[in-house]
């Protein structure tokens, strides 16, 4: 389910011929990599002019990607200080998770059910199993008319999706390659029942699915090198 796409915009960054949105979430996905891979400390500051010079764009994409990221609460803006990579932690992405079940298992009512069935060609842009959860997930919230849950959860996805990635998880001292087997069985449980419109059987397999990413980081530990 790896993305080539993803490799290709975190590689040397060339400016000339892109659009600005595309420049700015190549950007993104760069500086994403960095502050969950470790290579910016937490606590560490930002300049956005170092930045800038070393991906070869102007501050402008630069910019733009950090707002995204303080939106993610990965990095703060702090008076007189600048920008800080905030003190985040594995647990916090967890708990980003155990937020999405229990939304999951409870959707908030109230609101109009979306009646789109659902496109498996979404999860074309995911790379792990994670995304295509979070995809899945947000999906049916918005089936089951809670569009502001599913709004949420959606903004989730590049984040877990990231994070969920072999290198990303072995630098944060887990080992996704683990059981991954079984939560693909899962992912491919769901998107069947999704295609079916069964949204039973869709929410029962997206809690299962919760359940074992949720419990990947303690399961499956590893030496993080110094």
């Not at 990607?65 to 800080?84: D, K």
């Not at 990635?165 to 069985?185: C, E």
């Not at 079916?196 to 074992?212: K, P, S």
């Amino acid at each position: 389910m790896e993305n080539p796409a993803r490799r290709t915009a975190l590689g040397d960054l060339d400016p000339h011929g892109l659009r600005r949105s595309l420049l700015r979430d190549a950007v993104f996905l760069r500086l994403l990599d960095c502050v969950l891979r470790g290579v910016y400390r937490r606590g560490q500051r930002l300049k956005l002019d170092a930045i800038a010079q070393d991906m070869r764009v102007s501050r402008t994409p630069v910019r733009e990607a950090l707002v995204t990221l303080e939106t993610l609460r990965l990095v703060s803006v702090q008076r007189y200080v600048g920008v800080v990579i905030t003190h985040w932690s594995v647990d916090q992405m967890t708990e980003r998770m155990r937020i999405i079940r229990a939304m999951l298992a409870e959707p908030p009512a109230g609101g109009v059910a979306c009646p789109d069935r659902f496109d498996p060609l979404v999860l074309r842009d995911c790379w792990t199993e994670a995304g295509a959860f979070v995809e899945l997930g947000a999906w049916y919230l918005r089936r089951r008319g809670a569009p502001v849950s599913a709004d949420w959860v959606a903004s989730q996805r590049i984040l877990l999706d990231m994070f969920s990635t072999d290198d990303v998880a072995l630098a944060n001292g887990i080992d996704a390659v683990v059981d991954r087997r079984r939560r693909l069985d899962i992912v491919e449980r769901a998107v069947d029942a999704a295609d079916r419109d069964a949204l039973d059987d869709c929410a029962a397999a997206l809690l299962e699915l919760a359940g074992a990413l949720i419990a990947l980081p303690d399961r499956f530990r590893v030496a993080v090198p110094r």
